[in-house]
């Protein structure tokens, strides 16, 4: 037998996939709840193992089969992969407790233990992606996350579920097709997959020509998976119309886990010297980020469906994270960073309590169905002004942290402009916060929330976990601002 | 179709070779075109076929939806299941070299056991898919 910490990067894949497996076969919603749990908190303590050893050993390098990483997959776990696949682990340990009643609830029994194994596929395949070294192979695990998605959205109660799902499912499609064409380019100009190989290769290509194709459909591929605006259409109706559970997970996880493949791609293969040497990447993305931040700002401030108003949100807060990659300074980029892990927990937690909050009155997420109900379900709201402080970037929350390198780095670059629309569109989201927090704690309770009790506990631990996270990591600012650094550092190929 | 003896001597004839050419696709996938997903979908249409001609009835009775919804997993397990047989046998995950004393013999039989693995989900899923439409009305 092989020592077990040797094989721990695919055990990191595998341990879901068997749970998947299990989750179907188990046919009753409760028993695929259970290892949905156990597999959520073996999955977050493998990651943990991983970042340690790569903090304080070395990157880890896994060949798949025992093949060479010039013609196997290599599974690699360095500075960059590792806090995000301790982040999607984290998530996924944290919010399982609050599918057990919200599942139990907006599902039909039948489909319950179907929809775990569905969690578990997209845990797999976020997983997957994040882990791998092979540029196909990402794909193989965009596919995988990408279709258990659909699913997971599809099987949301209302009817216009099936029709977010359809739309997601097509946009989705184009662009994991995009992206393989890139990949299909890439591996015909330099003969191998792995990214690594592919990194040193491109350097000595001579005609540039198809790499600059590859370079903008990995792009544009990989930006529809994130919803960069204007490639965000798909997603305020999926976030709003799948079930609750679905969305705390996809909101928290998924858009970031395709963040970090582009940022991968664009730092770590292309080279940001190369890119901004061919193509104007970095100006198209400063603006199409700018933008995103202000406009769907704006959307969110006049939307009534609280969950499309925090899917809106996300778009916007998207953008805050592209605009730090795009900057291409060290703290642009520990920025961007620190804002993929802070805006993971941040936007969990909003959605947990929303999840909650639509769980008690009825299912309705309408605006109006809100009223009155942060005297019913107090710790649930308070929740959710905490997590909305982070949302806005108080300091002593997670937010702050990541805005503060954002603006840190505008200002280095001499762009006070951005550094005021970094401040200003912050405060939009005071607006479009308040108007719920107004709503849920100085209206007279409604029909809908006349009745409401507090969360259950389920659903309570859960929510306290990722507030109290926004809070811990705002306080404690060292833990991810370190390894936001460190991730940067070796984005940017100045990591000693 | 119950009285269109045409369709119902043809399909009897044709369902043998059907699932025949499924396992040829299958097994030749190692030297030519094909392999598990292609074999997947050919056996499943030979069932298929039979159900559009039998009647749903009658398919269910043969592959029956527990059967169907059970193998979909299990496919994935076997494959996954050939990946852990790597670790038993000192190896990394997937690595089948020492599955069998001859690498060479070993490597055929990794690759064996996953493309069967890939058969029987890739068959059962597109079952499941008929049973889903074909059943639509009932449920």
């Known amino acids: 037998m092989l020592a077990l910490v040797d094989q721990l990067p695919p055990l990191l894949v595998i341990v879901p996939l068997f749970g998947a497996i299990l989750a179907a076969l188990a046919r009753k919603g409760p028993i695929a709840w259970g290892i949905a749990q156990i597999v959520a908190v073996a999955v977050l303590l493998i990651a943990a193992a991983l970042l340690v050893q790569v903090y304080y050993v070395d990157t880890i390098s896994y060949r798949i089969g025992g093949w060479a990483p010039e013609i196997g997959i290599e599974y690699r776990v360095d500075r960059i992969n590792a806090p995000i696949l301790l982040l999607v682990a984290a998530i996924a340990a944290a919010i399982v407790p609050f599918a057990f009643r919200s599942v139990a609830a907006e599902l039909p029994e039948e489909r319950q233990a179907w929809f775990y194994a569905m969690f578990l596929l997209c845990l797999t395949g976020l997983l997957g992606i994040a882990i791998t070294g092979d540029a196909f192979n990402a794909f193989v695990f965009l596919e995988i996350s990408s279709l258990s998605t659909y699913t997971l959205i599809a099987l949301g109660r209302n009817r216009r579920a099936l029709v977010a799902a359809y739309q997601y499912l097509i946009v989705g499609t184009i662009g994991a097709t995009f992206y393989v064409i890139g990949v299909g380019l890439l591996y ?22 198809p790499v600059l194709a590859a370079l903008a459909f990995i792009i544009v591929g990989i930006s529809l998976k994130l919803a960069l605006f204007p490639l965000h259409l798909w997603l305020p109706n999926a976030y709003a119309y799948a079930p609750s559970f679905a969305t705390i997970f996809l909101a928290a996880t998924a858009t970031k886990v395709a963040v970090y493949l582009l940022a991968r791609y664009i730092f770590g293969v292309f080279g940001i010297g190369f890119i901004s040497s061919a193509l104007p990447v970095n100006q198209v993305l400063l603006l199409l980020s700018t933008v995103a931040i202000v406009v769907a700002a704006l959307v969110a401030v006049y939307e009534d469906n609280v969950k ?27 920025g961007g960073y620190l804002h993929i892990l802070a805006h993971g927990i941040t936007k969990g937690a909003l959605f ?35 997590a909305g402080l982070s949302l806005v970037g108080i300091p002593g929350t997670v937010g702050f942290l990541s805005k503060w390198y954002l603006v840190l780095g505008a200002i280095e670059l001499g762009w006070w402009w951005l550094a005021a629309i970094i401040v200003l569109s912050s405060l939009l989201a005071i607006l479009y916060l308040g108007r719920v927090v107004e709503v849920a704690f100085f209206r007279e309770p409604v029909a809908a929330t006349a009745r409401a009790a507090e969360a259950p506990p389920s659903m309570l631990l859960t929510l306290g976990l990722l507030t109290a996270a926004t809070v811990v990591f705002g306080l404690r600012t060292d833990l991810l601002a370190g390894s936001a650094r460190a991730a940067a550092a070796a984005l940017l190929g100045t990591a000693p | ?60 009775r043969i592959v ?76």
């Open chain 1, 308 to 334: 499309r108003m925090l899917a809106y949100s996300s778009v916007g807060q998207i953008g805050y994270i592209i605009l730090g990659l795009a900057m291409a300074t060290a703290s642009g980029v520990t």
């Open chain 1, 352 to 386: 947990a309590a929303v999840g909650a909050a639509v769980f008690r009155n009825g299912g309705s997420a309408r605006l109006g169905d809100f009223a009155g109900i942060g005297r019913r379900m107090p710790l649930t709201m308070t929740a959710f002004v905490i």
């Open chain 2, 1 to 60: 179709m119950r009285f269109d003896a045409i369709l119902r001597v043809a399909t009897k004839i044709f369902l043998p070779l059907v699932l025949l050419f499924g396992l040829y696709v299958q097994f030749h996938g190692d030297y030519g075109p094909g392999g598990g997903f292609q074999a997947g979908v050919i056996v499943a249409a030979g069932f298929i076929l039979y159900g559009l001609i039998y009647g749903l009835s009658a398919l269910t």
């Open chain 2, 64 to 139: 029956p939806p527990w059967l169907v919804e059970t193998m979909v997993p299990l496919g994935v397990a076997i494959y996954a299941g050939t990946g852990v047989a790597g670790w038993l046998t000192g190896g990394n995950f997937l690595d089948y070299s020492r599955l069998r004393e001859d690498v060479h013999l070993a490597q055929e039989t990794g690759v064996f056991l996953v493309e069967l693995g890939v058969l029987i989900t890739v068959s059962s899923t597109m079952l499941a898919i008929f049973y889903a439409f074909a059943g639509r009305d009932r449920s």
């Open chain 1, 188 to 209: 015909i100009m330099t003969g191998t997959l792995n990214l690594g190989l592919i990194a040193e290769r491109i350097a000595e290509i001579e005609s540039a020509r």
